[in-house]
């Protein structure tokens, strides 16, 4: 795992109106936002829409969807770097959407990150 970095995606929040250091919690965000936010989460991971959502029903709750749910409200909402620099997505993905290593079980031992 490489170590964290500072995010590449603050000037992507700020042009949608969003404040890095004081985001919304991910459900109250606008539809139009939403959307965009997206956009920098399949950036940020290296991922196609269809890795988190059911292709024909975007609305519905997948596990990848919870994930990215908990990583937005417990992670990148609450979390900085010690000289206070905004932590986002791609601090730690770097553009992978896994940043564990899966054959490590010890390291995987933390119930959230499951995905079955």
Known sequence: MKPTAT??????LQDMGLDLKNLPPLEKLEPNKLRKVMRTFTKSLGA???DCHNESDYG???PM???AL???NDY???LAFEDGTALYCDSCHQGK???LDRHDKKALGV???KTS
């Open 7 to 12: 995010s590449n995606m603050a000037s992507d």
């Open 48 to 50: 196609k829409c269809s």
């Open 60 to 62: 519905a709750m997948t």
């Open 65 to 67: 969807k919870k994930i």
């Open 70 to 72: 908990h990583m937005w």
């Open 76 to 78: 990148v909402r609450g």
């Open 97 to 99: 959407n896994e940043v």
């Open 111 to 113: 119930g959230w990150t």
